[in-house]
């Protein structure tokens, strides 16, 4: 089956602590994306990457930071630095090129104890 | 001004009625736009993409684009429960895939 997958469902951070979600794809993507999604709001562009070893900054990317050491991952963490982290975190994927469709992983929903 | 805005409703159709979902945006270099529905809870999935001036047609889904007015709409014929859902409108601003803008969403709610 080819996928998006992200794990956990479900994290929770405590003050000060840095946390990583994971996100995978298997469809032989070359672009991935990370997007934060806030209740009653649009998405939001938190990082991307077009190719292994390459990233750029989105809209959002302060208290974030990513990797992408192979093609098929793509791991964002959330650093103590972001102070409002609560929400909900879909990494997506897309072939190259112009007007390709970005297809999402389930989410993991991020949660401040 | 917002770069792409959508009603954010809720939009209530009885079911089997047509419901209507607009969306407008601000950059006339937009290439390619997009419908994703999002169940609660859920991530979003596509419905539709669409490219060029006109309608696009798949199963009870018909989008419309006019660039000229830089709108786009989704249109649902025969409306169910099922399609009860927050529409997200997603215009791709130019040739790179990151430049994706996404509305905040419009609520439909379909009643039996």
């Known amino acids: 089956d080819g996928g998006i997958t992200q794990s956990p469902k479900y994290l929770f951070r405590k003050e000060g602590q840095n946390v990583t979600l994971s996100c995978e794809q298997n469809?032989?993507?070359?672009?991935m994306y990370w997007y934060r999604q806030d209740p009653g709001q649009g998405l939001r562009l938190i990082y991307y990457s077009q190719i292994v070893n390459d990233f750029q900054k989105g809209d959002i990317a302060e208290g974030y930071s990513v990797s992408r050491e192979k093609k098929e991952s793509f791991p964002l963490t959330v650093t103590s630095a972001q102070k409002n982290p609560t929400a909900f975190y879909l990494c997506?994927?897309?072939?190259?090129?112009?007007?390709?469709?970005?297809?999402f992983g389930p989410g993991t929903r991020l949660l401040v104890l | 001004q917002k770069e792409v805005e959508q009603n954010s409703g809720p939009l209530s159709v009885p079911e089997g009625a047509i419901a209507s979902l607009n969306c407008t945006y601000s950059?006339?270099?937009?290439?390619?736009f997009f419908w994703y529905r999002q169940y609660s809870g859920k991530s979003p999935e596509l419905i539709m993409s669409?490219?060029?001036?006109g309608d696009k047609e798949d199963g009870r889904f018909t989008a419309q684009l006019n660039k000229a007015s830089q709108y786009v709409s989704l249109l649902i014929r025969d409306s169910q429960p099922s399609d009860s859902a927050t529409y997200l409108c997603?215009?791709?601003?130019?040739?790179?895939?990151?430049?994706?803008?996404f509305g905040p969403g419009t609520r439909l709610s379909v009643l039996p």
């Open positions: 997506a994927s897309s072939m190259l090129g112009g007007g390709e469709t970005q297809y």
């Open positions: 997603a215009v791709n601003r130019d040739n790179y895939g990151q430049n994706f803008v």
């Open positions: 950059d006339r270099g937009s290439q390619s």
């Open positions: 469809l032989n993507h070359d672009a």
């Open positions: 669409i490219y060029s001036n």
